[in-house]
């Protein structure tokens, strides 16, 4: 069993930059592939960016490539994403997956475990 917690959401002005963290307890991630997903009101849950930890291979959506970077901390059984050049259309309840992918990093039913959310708002 994996427990997520996520941290690190808030209120943030359009080009602003926001880091979430994602600490995982139960089990080392360095076995699994760790995802942030977000869900803005109305909308489905959206896939924002994964991470393998045994080849080191990162993934981003198209609407965050460019912007976001995803980085792990094995030694801390870690995961964040830092947010750069925030807008508001990436205000949304931001989530963190832990699962081993078998066929798409991108979608949610691949990945097991899940954190409670943080909410992130970008304002104009």
């Known amino acids: 069993q994996v427990h997520l917690v996520e941290s690190g959401g808030g209120l943030v002005q359009a080009g602003g930059s ?6 995982a307890s139960g089990r080392s991630l360095n076995s699994y592939t760790m995802a942030w997903f977000r869900q ?57 997956g832990a699962g081993r992918p078998r066929s798409s990093y991108r979608r949610e039913y691949e990945y097991d475990y899940w954190g409670q959310g943080t909410q992130v708002t970008v304002f104009s």
């Open 40 to 96: 803005a009101p109305g909308k489905e849950r959206e896939f924002v960016s994964a991470l393998t930890w045994d080849v080191g291979i990162t993934y981003y959506g198209d609407s965050v490539k460019g912007r976001f970077t995803i980085f792990g901390d094995i030694a801390k059984n870690a995961a964040s994403l830092q947010m750069n050049s925030l807008k508001p259309e990436d205000t949304a309840v931001y989530y963190c």
């Open 18 to 23: 926001l880091r979430l963290s994602c600490v």
